[in-house]
């Protein structure tokens, strides 16, 4: 049972259009009737695994939904086929994640510096951070 009316979530219609149109030669366009059907197919598709991946994650007296619980929906609901590319792009993103941490761990510190003062050129033209009162939130909460 959906516990959130379909109308209440929206898709970003320009990313749906982009993938349509990735999927499709470059000299066929879809319709307007075409991409609202397949806007609201993904709608479903989505809400339908998100269902399952929920009551997944309640038998298991869970209340944070895993990727294995998508995945295991997937199989439940009989969408195998999606479940191998699914997993290659979750491993790509947790990869791409690691490496985002780490990065920002073991940063040169000459690069730090670098970001640093290039975070100066944000000011505004009367503003110095190397003046007292541009720390000073008092004198913001008189006015």
């Not at 399952?52 to 998508?70: G, L, P, Q, W, Y």
């Not at 997937?74 to 997993?87: A, C, H, N, V």
């Not at 941490?101 to 503003?127: N, Q, V, W, Y």
């Amino acid at each position: 049972q959906f516990t959130h009316k379909m109308g209440d979530q929206e898709l970003p219609k320009a990313v749906i259009t982009r993938i349509i149109k990735a999927a499709l030669p470059p000299d066929v366009q879809p319709s307007k009737d075409v991409k609202l059907a397949l806007l609201k197919a993904a709608k479903v598709f989505i809400l339908y695994v998100t269902n399952s991946a929920n009551e997944i994650c309640m038998s298991n007296r869970r209340t944070t939904i895993t990727a294995s619980d998508v995945m295991k929906s997937l199989s439940d609901l009989e969408f195998d086929l999606f479940q191998e590319p699914l997993q290659k792009y979750l491993e790509e993103f947790q990869a791409k994640k690691k490496e985002k941490r780490i990065g920002l761990k073991t940063r040169d510190p000459s690069e730090l510096d670098s970001l640093i003062s290039d975070s100066s050129a944000m000011l505004g033209p009367d503003e110095d951070e190397d003046d007292p009162k541009f720390w000073d939130d008092d004198e913001d909460d008189e006015k």
